[in-house]
């Protein structure tokens, strides 16, 4: 086992399995890509351990409270660490995050997407420390998001060759 | 000719030309930048075969049908494929496709972004196979886009060296 | 100094310094992330010469003009080259402009999105010329952005080895 295994052991976390998607809902892409020596990771969504959609459903913060958007960025985090772990076998090939773009579906006059997205920021800087897991972010808000989820979280990272 | 071109022949799809853009409008950047092995590939959206926006416009669903809006999807991927063409001078230099950002003028309430987006996935698929053709997606609801198109899409590639 | 450096002085322009977030906002991450030979740049917003967030704040076009915007957007670039700056050491080591991605906070019938961010790529053309600065760009409409700023702007740049 690896240092981010043992790590994510040692926080007591356990990745989601692959998303089932909603009944007929057809999604003809990868859910991580890698191309050279980067893996491009697609928008993901917060994720429950059976592998369906989880968490609180709804727009930011009518819906959903900010403390409960944290932890959906943070489901989400999750959910990209197992597809990561599934594509590239073993997260210690992971060298540096990079781009890392967050989406909160967002009522008009909400304007606190940074606190929702460090949901997600604060977990990857947790389990790969603050020199492997520094990025760049944005954390803005849209219109809407698909399935009802609250976060959408699209990311990339550079891979040991 | 290339394989791809050969493909395109027999699927009987037409590139359009570069596009006219509105009156007045000043678009000071490149509809593609080759930056190393990428090619970065701008924000399109749909065009007609005149080189003009091309296809339904408005909000998606209550001014575009999802069913509309695939085909806008899919018509935004050719004017894609056109500029590529342009800018590469042969499609058969793209080794594979990497992010794939798909963005949707959305009501509030619209939450199937990916099933108007697999307008756009279905013709990459279809054009370059599932080896080149596989990429990292997301799919999801901006509150206005520009000229009222329904579709914006935004790419990219990776190129033979 | 180099020549952008030299560019900037002709030019009279002054680049802000490091943002001083509102009270109470953790920002975990780098406004600028370097993989390899690309500076991967985080979401910025429009800064003031303090170091404050600057300009009118807003939704565009009912509370912040088009004019506004254009400006907004423009000191939006001028925050992104100082924490470029900062974090390369000398803008010279810049070799190629790449993906820009233009947000501008958007009632739902405003589409003049290219005309907004305009405000970034004139001067970044006007600061780094044609070949250099030319880049791939999407603008397009959020449904709000953090801190009520008009204009958010990522984009990503490739340096010199």
Redesign the interface.
């Known amino acids: 086992m690896g240092t981010i295994d043992d790590r994510l052991d040692a926080l007591g976390i356990e990745l989601p399995p692959p998303l089932a998607p909603p009944p007929g ?9 890698v ?4 893996a ?4 993901h969504g917060p994720q429950a351990l059976d592998g369906s959609i989880g968490g609180a459903l709804g ?1 930011v913060p009518d819906e959903v409270s900010v403390e409960q958007a944290y932890e959906s960025a943070r489901l989400t985090g999750l959910s990209i660490l197992g597809d990561l772990q599934r594509t590239l076998g073993d997260l210690d090939r992971i060298t ?6 967050g ?1 909160v ?11 929702v997205i ?1 949901g997600f ?2 977990l990857i ?1 947790d389990v790969f420390g603050h020199e492997v897991g ?15 989820i609250p976060v ?1 979280i ?1 990311c ?1 990272v ?1 891979l040991r060759r």
């Open positions: 809902v057809v999604l003809p892409f990868a859910m991580v890509r191309v050279g020596d980067r491009i990771v697609s928008g727009r540096a995050w990079g781009r890392v773009f989406m579906w967002s009522a008009p006059d909400f304007h606190a997407q940074p606190s460090n920021s604060d800087l520094a990025h760049a972010r944005s954390a803005v808000g849209l219109a809407s998001l698909p399935f009802r959408e699209e990339e550079a």
